[in-house]
Every structure is written in C-alpha cells, then in structure tokens.
C-alpha cells in the first residue's frame, strides 16, 4: 500500500516558490513540455504525486531530473501554479533524499547554516594555512616556500577522495530508490552507461532541446567546462600552477589558466545577471543555494586571478594572500556545493537519464516475459 504524507506539499513548498494548489490537472503542461515522452509523461504526473501525498512515488521518479527548467510549462498553465518552479523544488528535495549525511537536507531549509558551514570551512582552511605555512619570503614570489606543494597536494587528495565517495554513496542510493527491477544482464548497464551518462555529462544536450535558446546552453557549457578544467588543473596538475616558474603569455599551461577563467567568468556573469534581472521563468526565483553556488565560483575565479596578476607584478605578499584566500573559498565550494547542494545536479542528471533507460529496459523485458 502506498505511504501518503499530508505534509509532502508544504515540505517541498520550503524548497521553492510555486503555487501547485492551484493546479487542476488540465495536462496542459505536459503537453507542452520539450522534453516530456510517452511513459513518462511530466511534470503532471510528478504534480499528482505531490498532491496526493505519495512521497514513495515521488521520491523513485527520475522525471524530475529529466526536466532541464525551461519554463515553458510554466508559461503555458493556465492557473499560474508554476509547474517548472515546483519541478526545481522537487530536485532539491530529491537531493536531500539520496544524501544520507542530512547535510543536504539542512542547507535548504536553511541559508543560515550553509553560511555558517560556509564561513567555517573557509576559516578551517586560512587557520591550516596559518599553521602550517613556511618562511614568507618578501624578496621574490616564492609560492613553493610559503606553502610547500606536498602539503596542498595531500588536502587535494583528501578532499577528492572524500568528494567521491560522497558524491558515488548519493549516487547508489538514488539507483536503489529510483531502479526499480533488476532483471537486466551486466553488459546492459555497461553498455547504457557509455550510451547516457558519458554523452550526457559532456554535452549537456537535453538543456539545448529544452531551453531552444542557444546561449542559456553555451553558458551552462562554459560553466561545466570550466570548472572541469580548473578542478583538473588543481588536482592533477597542482605542480604546474603552484610554481615559482613565471610562464611566458603564449605558454599553453598560462594560455589554458585563463581561457578556464574567463569561461567560468563569463558563464557565472551571465547566470548572476540573469537572476538579478529575473529575465526568463527560470530566473524568477532563486533559492539561497543558487546564490551561494554562484557567489562562491564567482570568488574564487576572481582571487585565482588575482594571484596569476600580483605574481607576475612581482607582489610577494599580496600573492600570498590571495593564495590563502582563494584556497578558503575552493574548500566549500568543493566540500559543500559538490556532493550535497547546486552542483549535485550535474552527477544526478546523466545518472537519472541512465537509471530511467534501466527501468524502460526492465519493463520491456518484462513483457517479452509474460508474452
Ligand atoms: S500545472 Fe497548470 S498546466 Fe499543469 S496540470 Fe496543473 S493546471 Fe494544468
Ligand atoms: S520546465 Fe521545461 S522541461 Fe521542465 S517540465 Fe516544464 S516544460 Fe518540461
């Protein structure tokens, strides 16, 4: 028997602004919505569950990681309930669900406990860096003495293996809750996997066929990319950037640096802008998280250029500040928005895609069966 919770409408109604009460099922906004497919048929079926109580129904869908917030829907309901507003807050509630720490679950019910959190890992990271530098050499830029590699290599490495396993534990959990039936041969799942999650995560397609606005897709892109990039060169190629060695201009490993950062500049620009002038539906409400996300990547491209300038202009100390600075801002941009708030979505995304064509495969062979 289906569990019903009387509250599950005002639990979600923390996570977003939208009016689902109002909501009479016309389907109107399945009708019109890009990305909506027979057998699976949202974002009214998503709004009924809510409506109904029906938290288990809710929390094993997939549709609502397979809408990419367009808004169209929401231009089209007749009775104002914003059915995309209503989908976005059912992602964050998605999100608090597959994460069994209870991290998730307390940053978006509250602003002040991830700036909290925010303000204490940042803190954390500077007071480390306090205690563990080395000599502060004011004669030259000399990054290697100030804080020798070795050391951020090791946070590097702790931090990713930390991320991962979060971020794959939330990932195992939303198979559990979302794949129903397992009756599919090992070498479907390995062929699925390369035929959703690897194109999806690296095109970011589905967002270009919702959106049919090219620029919304490019930007969302330079964002991705970007913050691949950078978190490459971070963890992979730290010895490369944490140098004392002044590149010249024309250096691919400078030339790379900063294409990186003017992708996430202009990427977060524009999102920032966006939200500020709530120009589209999509932009017209913005959670907490969503500027804390933006903020932070925001920050942290600024003081990483800040230390590629101040290097080259000879500034030891300035350097070293921006260096510790940018460094406390990594830290919670990595440890808080990765696995538990506004960039989960970039994992649970191709993932649901692949869980979805799972349980489409499941089905099939189901009635193969029974045929
Ligand atoms: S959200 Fe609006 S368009 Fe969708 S079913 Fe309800 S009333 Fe109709
Ligand atoms: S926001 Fe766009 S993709 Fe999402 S349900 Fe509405 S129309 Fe579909």
Redesign the pocket.
């Known amino acids: 028997m289906a569990k019903v919770n009387p509250k599950l409408i005002d639990e979600l109604k923390e996570l977003g602004a939208f009016d689902i009460s109002a909501c009479y099922s016309c389907g109107v906004?399945t009708a019109?919505?890009?990305?909506?497919q027979e057998g699976h048929e949202?974002?009214r079926k998503i709004i009924r569950y809510a409506i109904l109580g029906l938290e288990d129904k809710l929390i094993s869908s997939t549709e609502p990681w397979l809408?990419?917030?367009?808004?169209?829907?929401?231009q089209s309901c007749p009775r104002g309930a914003d059915?995309?507003g209503f989908?976005m807050a059912v992602r964050r509630y998605l999100t608090t669900h597959y994460d069994f720490t209870g991290f998730s679950r307390r940053f978006y019910r509250s602003k002040v406990v991830e700036l909290i959190s925010t303000i204490l890992l940042f803190t954390v990271t500077v007071l480390s860096i306090y205690l563990v530098h080395g000599p502060i050499i004011l004669t030259r830029v000399d990054l290697d003495s100030f804080l020798p590699p070795h050391i951020v290599e090791l946070g590097d490495i702790v931090i990713l293996v930390v991320l991962s396993a979060l971020l794959l534990t939330n990932v195992y959990r939303m198979y559990r809750l979302t794949v129903m039936a397992r009756n599919i041969p090992f070498t479907a799942y390995i062929k699925e996997f390369v035929r959703t999650v690897v194109p999806h995560f690296l095109t970011q397609i589905r967002m270009l066929k919702?959106n049919r606005n090219t620029l919304n897709w490019i930007m969302h892109i330079l964002i991705v990319y970007g913050y691949a990039t950078i978190f490459i060169f971070v963890v992979v190629f730290l010895d490369l950037f944490q140098t004392n060695v002044l590149y010249p201009i024309y250096s691919p490993i400078r030339l790379g640096g900063y294409i990186a950062s003017a992708a996430l500049l202009i990427g977060a620009g524009y999102a920032i802008y966006g939200r500020l002038r709530k120009d589209t539906v999509?932009r017209q409400y913005s959670h907490s998280t969503d500027w804390f996300f933006l903020t932070l990547l925001y920050l942290v491209v600024i003081t990483g250029v800040l230390i590629d300038a101040f290097k080259y202009m000879g500034l030891p100390m300035e350097t070293y500040i921006a260096y510790t600075v940018h460094l406390g801002l990594v830290t919670p941009l990595l440890v808080l928005e990765v696995p538990f708030a506004k960039w989960s979505h970039l994992a649970y995304r191709p993932f649901a895609i692949y869980f979805t064509r799972l349980n489409d495969l499941s089905k099939a062979r189901t009635v193969q069966v029974t045929a």
């Open positions: 906004c019109t919505c890009p990305l909506a949202f974002p809408c990419y917030y367009c808004g169209e829907c929401t059915p995309a989908m919702c999509m």
